[in-house]
């Protein structure tokens, strides 16, 4: 279907399932429940599962495919967000105009980003990209204020041109008149399903930059990234140029990363500069390595992972730990509590560290190799076409 | 480069899909039965504390934390019930909140906008929060006012001392007990001026955000107002922890007061600095170096030391004072932890508290109708004396303490001794003040 081959088209099946049933999947336990506390399918956090998944996707095809590895990816997010608000700011609160100015100024700011730091490879490379975004989160953080109203983040007042506008309008970002945050909420026996509309603009988006991804991925362009990252040397004497073919893989990523940044403040018009800072950045390199790197669907795993531990664990507060383990006596539940409140709460990014240390060690493949050896320990050997296109990174 | 394979069946079948894909969402419309966001059905009703429980507000997040679960205690009848007893409304029965028991989830806001906006949706979203509070920084607080504003829910900011949060970034749906930069200087100009005379070089080293500005802006003008002049103003940035390179300069600039207008950690990093490059030991134009810290508090002092003898600053509240509210509060807060509460603990379990008695008194969970409780009320027996709930700009008018390092602490809970208490009167602003305007409190919005 689409142009591919039927492995591909079965992933990408599996994918859009799993992104049209999120609310559905998401939300496992029945809402009054004690164990609604794991639930995630709320409209926040399922926008912030695409919309990273996003990104994560778009970093695999220069990480994955290129073997460049960039530390400074987060900066493009940070500047299609604040392209994106100063289309609201601008003209309207439509979406539209701010996705795609978002994805060109990303797009733009990586040419000139790329072009110089593609110069060098290796660690000179991934330290170079580091510096330029930390580079533009000090000048988004202060310089730059009046362009990105500095620590307090940019944001829509009512004051603002908003050309577009017209009485009456919306005041909330919308898509032709469809509210962002309009959402249809189900309720089935003890269960409450939250449907939303920004969360399925972002679900289609994301589906259409996997299908990309996946063509990428077949088309020759990819064999020749393939090439660089195997052997950029041998490349080069056989007579071909690698630079534009890094420096169009960088771009590409730079544009998804700009998606991702204008889909984040189409959700939520707000724009602040610690979306380019370096934590943002090897948050990325953190997603696409524990799902996967070089992968499909590895990278949209690492996402979830990561955004789930996040905003779950760290809203576990001793208050609620004292009481799941009310249960045992005394002299153990302390103990136990002060264990595992060091992994929970603001201790969260303890349980990430741990989590992501058990994945490099244990499974150098990330998630998906983890769920291949599964598929192999019930004995369905995967075929020879699976290996290929989910070979993980080296 | 790639090879596309378009045939006319390949086509109209992705056609279709993404046709169907574009028609999904329009299917989704918003609807729903109640009349405001998150109304409590059942017989508990959720807060919301969102608080830096990392980054360096940390310490603050943590007293906070402490101060909403002690009030959240005294809501529910447990404990001693604190300042619901001294407080002059007695709407507030012990009950809960009309008759609901309160129940609290507590999120990081990690000092940074984004997380902060990231845990507040969720709190909103997920767990039903009917009102945020918290907040240590005045970036995170204008943002999740702005949050709560959308949303249709009640912000109570938490320690945000920024001219910005009830000025130009003002919002019907939220309110701040807390004080501000203006009221800071306000109340220190005139000590300033007795302790030090008329005739100053002010040098300014300023955290580079919103707060530090509206700060600096702040005291500058109190300051020249009385005569002094300002040699200079330096921007730190906020993750800076070595001052060595932006206090040197300060030396041969000829100034001989240093204002520092950094908070928390900053704060206890760039005072540490100066003192150990000598500047209070300087004699600058024949007179003695002095160094200002505008905004103090107990905790900022613990974290300085030695330090902190003799500097001058202001405060929201302090629990030395002798009124009953305070009296009550720092005995229920040591019962349970052990030690004094900090300011930020108290503005945090008064907003808690205020919130709670406009909704008895609104006798709805309304956000329309509990801002209509709060704005404009005059309460009492809080810690803070007869405070008034501005109308215009959702803005608490109290006296402010003037403080002090204490040369001789007893015990590390009496580094800070209370230099005077400005009266409401002199800190009172006209709401439409030029470093206030330009802000619109807007429609209250509730949401649904």
Redesign the interface.
């Given at each position: 279907m689409l142009g591919l081959n039927r492995k591909d088209t079965a992933i990408l099946l599996v994918v859009a399932a799993l992104a049209i049933f999120a609310p559905i999947i998401l939300n496992l336990f029945p809402a009054r429940s004690e164990l609604a506390f794991f639930n995630a399918g709320y409209p926040d956090l399922m926008q912030r599962f695409v919309i990273f998944g996003i990104f994560a996707i778009g970093f695999n095809i220069l990480f994955g495919l290129t073997g460049y590895l960039s530390f400074g990816h987060a900066a493009f997010l940070g500047v299609g967000s604040y392209a994106a608000v100063w289309m609201f700011k601008l003209l309207n609160y439509n979406v539209v105009p701010a996705i795609l100015l978002s994805i060109v100024v990303a797009g733009l700011f990586s040419v000139v980003i790329g072009w110089i730091s593609l110069r060098r490879s290796g660690i000179y490379f991934s330290i170079l990209t580091l510096a330029f975004a930390e580079m533009s989160y000090r000048l988004a953080y202060s310089v730059l204020t009046p362009l990105t109203n500095g620590e307090t983040g940019l944001q829509v007042y009512t004051d603002d041109p908003q050309v577009l506008m017209q009485a009456g309008g919306h005041i909330v970002p919308h898509l032709f008149g469809l509210e962002m945050r309009a959402r249809e909420v189900i309720d089935v026996g003890p269960w409450q399903f939250v449907f939303p509309v920004g969360y399925y603009l972002c679900a289609i988006l994301m589906l259409v930059s996997f299908y990309i991804s996946i063509r990428i991925f077949r088309s020759p362009f990819g064999l020749m990234l393939r090439a660089i990252k195997s052997n950029q040397t041998r490349m080069t004497y056989t007579g071909l140029n690698p630079k534009p073919y890094t420096l169009a893989a960088f771009v590409i990523s730079g544009m998804y990363a700009g998606l991702a940044g204008g889909l984040l403040a189409s959700m939520d018009p707000l724009a602040g500069a610690e979306r380019m800072q370096w934590t943002a950045s090897g948050e990325v390199v953190i997603m696409t390595i524990l799902g996967g790197a070089g992968t499909l669907i590895g990278p949209i795993l690492g996402a979830g992972t990561i955004k789930y531990l996040e905003n779950v664990f760290s809203k576990m507060n001793e208050g609620l730990l004292h009481k799941w383990f009310a249960f045992l006596p005394d002299w153990v539940e302390s103990p136990v509590i002060w264990v595992v409140s060091k992994f929970t709460g603001e201790g969260w990014h303890l349980m990430l560290g741990g989590l992501f240390m058990l994945v490099i060690i244990a499974l150098p493949g990330g998630l998906v190799e983890g769920g291949q050896r599964i598929m192999r320990l019930f004995g369905r050997k995967p075929k020879a076409e699976t290996r290929t296109s989910t070979e993980p990174a080296e | 480069?790639?090879?596309?394979?378009l045939s006319r069946r390949?086509v109209l079948?992705?056609g279709a899909?993404a046709g169907a894909?574009?028609a999904?969402?329009?299917?989704?419309?918003?609807?729903?039965a109640a009349a405001f966001t998150n109304e409590p059905t059942g017989g508990t009703v959720t807060l919301g504390f969102n608080v830096p429980?990392?980054g360096p507000y940390?310490d603050e997040g943590a007293d906070e934390l402490r101060a909403f679960?002690l009030a959240v205690e005294h809501l529910n009848g447990e404990g001693g019930g604190g300042m619901m007893n001294t407080f002059s409304s007695k709407a507030l029965k012990g009950n809960g909140i009309m008759g609901k028991k309160v129940q609290?989830?507590?999120?990081?806001t990690q000092t940074?906008?984004?997380?902060a906006?990231?845990?507040a949706?969720?709190m909103i979203?997920?767990d039903g929060a009917i009102m945020i509070s918290g907040g240590s920084?005045?970036?995170v607080a204008?943002?999740v006012q702005?949050?709560c504003q959308?949303a249709g829910v009640i912000f109570m900011a938490g320690l945000t001392h920024s001219n910005?949060t009830t000025g130009k970034?003002k919002k019907a749906n939220g309110f701040r007990h807390f004080f501000n930069a203006y009221m800071s200087a306000a109340a220190l100009a005139p000590v300033l001026e007795k302790l030090y005379g008329t005739d100053r070089q002010a040098y300014h080293l300023t955290a580079?955000?919103?707060w530090g500005w509206t700060q600096q802006e702040s005291i500058q003008a109190a300051t020249e107002a009385m005569g002094w002049k300002t040699v200079n103003n330096v921007?730190t940035?906020?993750a800076q922890t070595d001052f060595s390179s932006y206090i040197a300069p300060v030396i041969n600039s000829g100034a001989d007061v240093l204002v520092l207008n950094h908070y928390g950690g900053n704060m206890v990093n760039s005072l540490t600095n100066a003192v150990q490059f000598g500047l209070r030991e300087k004699q600058v134009n024949g007179k003695n170096f002095e160094i200002v810290v505008p905004l103090y508090s107990e905790l900022m002092a613990k974290g300085a030391g030695q330090n902190i003898k003799g500097i001058v600053g202001s405060q929201n509240w302090d629990w030395k004072l002798e009124d009953d509210g305070t009296k009550a509060f720092v005995k229920a807060f040591g019962e349970k932890y052990g030690f004094p509460p900090s300011q930020a603990a108290q503005t945090c379990y008064a907003q808690t508290l205020l919130y709670a008695d406009a909704v008895e008194r609104a006798g709805s969970f309304n956000p329309c109708a509990v801002g209509e409780a709060l704005a404009g009320y005059e309460f009492d027996g809080l810690g803070n004396g007869p405070t008034l709930y501005r109308a215009d700009d959702h803005q608490c008018f109290k006296d402010v303490l003037v403080v002090r390092g204490a040369e001789n602490p007893q015990d590390e809970f009496h580094l800070v001794e209370i230099v005077e208490v400005t009266p409401v009167e002199q800190v009172t602003y006209d709401p439409e003040h030029p470093m206030f305007a330009?802000g619109?409190l807007?429609e209250c919005n509730p949401g649904a």
């Open positions: - | 480069m790639t090879k596309t394979t390949g079948k992705s899909v894909g574009l999904l969402p329009t299917i989704f419309t918003a609807s729903s429980q990392s940390a679960e609290y989830v507590t999120g990081d940074k906008s984004d997380a906006r990231a845990s949706k969720s979203e997920k920084s005045s970036g204008v943002a702005g949050l959308e910005d970034d580079d955000y919103t921007l940035p906020l330009g619109n807007g």
